[in-house]
């Protein structure tokens, strides 16, 4: 199973974000783009395989009608989240999708790509995607496949102290941590819509979903991780479900 954000404006909503550079917003929608593709390449090749991609799509824009700042909302599965940032909207919306994957699909493995973070470029730069997960063996999956694509993902900390940092007085979890380690919170707030025996990964692709022009791509998106799930699918060796080694 393969689930991405697909927010296709990002406007930040009531917690708006600053003009300079909102036009690129429209990259929101790149982790949900990047598991489509995939999904269609297996396809087109009749790949002999059993893979489904779930796009979580939304937009985040400001009207009568928004989520505020002091929320508290409901997913899927009945978990309650006090709204900190609208501008932390990815989550919620995957948050539903990875819920909908758990109680309806019984994935043997879940990946979620999303464009989640400004703080992963801030600890890997545009070299490297961010990789978080609870299982080693589907991180050992994910991180061969990148170095065979030149997708190359860098795996970071799942640590016990993310769950302190978004804890909430009013609901069981709130949408963003109070500094820190944002690409480690945000992480550990998607996973916990994921039942621990399901091996599950998350990749942050923020920082390298799109960028200027080059020698094989005009500027703008990157296409990042299609190459990479295709490669990973195809390869995929089944992981026995249990609780993970890499975290919490």
Do not use: C
């Not at 990047?34 to 824009?61: C, D, K, W």
């Not at 002091?70 to 009945?78: C, F, I, P, Q, Y």
């Not at 993310?162 to 944002?182: L, V």
């Not at 022009?213 to 026995?240: H, M, Q």
């Amino acid at each position: 199973m393969l689930a991405g954000k697909g927010i296709t404006f990002d406007s930040g909503g009531i917690s708006i974000k600053g003009s300079a550079g909102m036009g690129n917003m429209r990259m929101d929608m790149s982790g949900a783009a990047s598991v489509t593709g995939a999904v269609l390449a297996l396809a087109r090749q009749g790949a002999p395989v059993h893979v489904v991609a779930i796009a979580a799509l939304a937009e985040n824009m400001p009207d009568g009608g928004a989520s505020r700042p002091g929320d508290v909302l409901t997913a899927m599965n009945g978990k309650t989240i006090e709204i900190v940032s609208t501008d932390a909207e990815g989550r919620l919306v995957l948050a539903d999708a990875l819920a909908y994957a758990d109680a309806r699909l019984n994935p043997a493995a879940l990946v979620d790509v999303a464009t989640l973070t400004g703080a992963v470029g801030g600890a890997l730069g545009d070299d490297y995607a961010g990789l978080f997960s609870r299982h080693d063996a589907l991180a050992s999956q994910l991180e061969a496949a990148g170095a065979a694509t030149g997708e190359l993902l860098w795996r970071l900390p799942l640590h016990a102290s993310y769950a302190q940092d978004t804890s909430s007085t009013y609901a069981d979890i709130k949408n963003s941590g109070e500094g820190g380690a944002g690409a480690g919170t945000g992480a550990h707030f998607i996973g916990e819509f994921v039942s621990r025996e399901i091996p599950w990964a998350h990749l942050d692709i923020a920082n390298v979903a799109w960028n200027g022009a080059n020698d094989w791509k005009p500027a703008g998106s990157t296409g990042y991780a299609v190459r990479l799930l295709e490669r990973f699918v195809l390869n995929y060796e089944a992981i026995p479900r249990g609780a993970g080694e890499g975290g919490n």
